[in-house]
């Protein structure tokens, strides 16, 4: 009976403990612009949320229609660092590498326009970078009533270009910036990258990367079929572009997504030796047979709204192939979403590139080698105390773990100087 007794007044104090709200929780409840949409179990964080921000579509007008932003909240101490990932379009909950590195808690954030986070009423109108940048400022400001620790900015690819566009705006609500990957582009055609392509890697890799696409525009009766059969195979609809145009742009995409993600060994690229399968291989792997598919460009219509009004992108250079190509005329307006009418303004990129080159303080930059990106990078005049860090032969996954010892210590010294923390090696 004394035993049964123990067991329960254990069970009882163990009831009370969760039943009880923690003081996060407590304080998230709180917040009149806070919604616990879930409760997320975790074996490296003490408390995991689903949360969605109340935020105005217009922030010029705070008063006006609103719609909900999702993060996701992964918390460790109060007093500990905070990292918030400034993510540039849908996003999952997921540990960011700067946050295993300092041990500390992290906010994911999706883009407003995507995912879980699109406003009602729908409108392009405020789909900008300055909105976006407000966003993130809402957050920043909320938490930091709970968090006393550093904050640290980072993201990905677009969602490194929005902690630029952040802090450009905001230059005082974080302590560091940490950037991965993310360019400044100055046009929907950027010429940066097509020259980026011509000099990048070895004259011997150019040109292998070259005859493989030569080779796929010469074998096209035999390789097209596949195109098609891969489309049933997998359910990819090419309406938007047409079947033979999106087959040419998929050659022509290879040279940059090769660049983008590969490793650089271009010894593995098929030749004219090779069969058809693999060749097959290669181009579904690094060209845009499934980027062209219309699932894939409908799924990310704002990123190509905010491309063709602020943002920028790149076309392609059909100069070198233009005895095979019959569709494509190297242009991406098939991109832009039916139901907008976009209109390219270069302006804030510029003085954004301005600003980070010569202004932006505590950036670490980090961009790929390879990585034609990083053609449009930021590039420092040596006018801030900010520090870019190129990964040789890198790729758009470039992370700070892919950089030599000796560099990762640059990066850890300067987080160390700029956050006043000790960082464990």
């Known amino acids: 009976m004394k035993k049964l007794n123990i067991i329960f007044i254990a069970l009882f104090i163990s009831f009370n403990l969760f039943a009880q709200d923690s003081d996060l929780i407590t304080w998230l409840k709180s917040q009149p612009d806070l919604e616990i949409a ?32 999702q993060i996701f909240l992964s918390h460790i101490d109060k007093d500990k660092p905070m990292i918030i990932e400034l993510d540039g379009y849908a996003v999952g909950n997921r540990p960011t590498e700067l946050a295993k590195i300092l ?35 809402k ?26 566009f952040h802090s450009y705006f905001f230059p005082d609500d974080v302590d560091v910036a940490v950037p991965y990957v993310g360019p ?34 010469e074998k ?32 022509l995409e290879f040279s940059f997504a090769y660049w983008q993600w590969g490793d650089g060994d271009c010894s593995k690229i098929p030749d004219e030796n090779s069969t058809f399968d693999e060749i097959w291989d290669e181009l579904s792997n690094y060209g845009g047979v ?9 799924g990310i219509y704002p990123f190509f709204y905010q491309c063709y009004t602020e943002f920028g992108y790149y076309a392609y250079d059909i100069t070198p192939f233009k005895e095979y190509i019959k569709y494509a005329d190297g242009q991406t307006s098939f991109f832009i979403p039916k139901d907008s009418n976009p209109k390219y303004d270069p302006r804030l990129l510029k003085k954004i590139n301005d600003w980070a ?11 790929g080698g390879n990585d034609p990106w990083t053609s449009t990078g930021v590039c420092l005049t040596g006018k801030s105390n900010s520090i870019k860090m190129v990964c040789p032969n890198g790729s758009h996954g470039s ?17 160390e100087d700029w956050l006043g923390i000790q960082i464990e090696r």
């Not at 921000?53 to 705070?62: A, C, L, M, S």
């Not at 010569?358 to 961009?367: C, E, G, P, R, T």
């Not at 892919?402 to 850890?412: A, L």
């Open 184 to 217: 400044l582009n100055y046009s929907i055609d950027d010429n940066r990258v097509y020259e980026w392509i011509k000099s990048v890697s070895t004259p011997e890799c150019r040109e292998k990367v070259y005859n493989f696409q030569k080779l796929c525009f």
């Open 399 to 415: 992370r700070i773990k892919s950089f030599s010892k000796k560099d990762q210590e640059i990066i850890y010294s300067r987080l």
């Open 220 to 251: 096209r009766d035999e390789l097209y079929p596949m195109f098609l059969k891969n489309a049933e195979n997998k359910k990819l609809t090419y309406d938007i572009v047409g079947n033979e145009k999106a087959y040419e742009y998929s050659v």
């Open 139 to 164: 957050i920043i400001e909320l938490f930091k009533q709970y968090y006393s620790g550093k904050w640290i900015t980072t993201g990905i690819s677009k969602g490194g270009s929005c902690v630029m």
């Open 290 to 298: 499934t980027y062209f598919d219309d699932a894939s460009i409908t």
């Open 38 to 69: 879930d409760t997320i179990v975790s074996d490296k964080y003490s408390e995991v949320y689903e949360i969605f921000v109340t935020q105005p579509i217009d922030h010029n007008n705070p008063d006006g229609p609103k719609f909900k932003e």
């Open 357 to 367: 080159s010569n202004k932006s303080k505590n950036f670490i930059y980090i961009y």
């Open 103 to 137: 041990d500390c808690n992290q906010i994911m954030v999706e883009h407003r326009y995507f995912g879980e986070s699109v406003p009602e009423p729908f409108d392009w109108k405020y789909l900008t970078i300055e909105q976006a940048a407000n966003d993130h400022h």
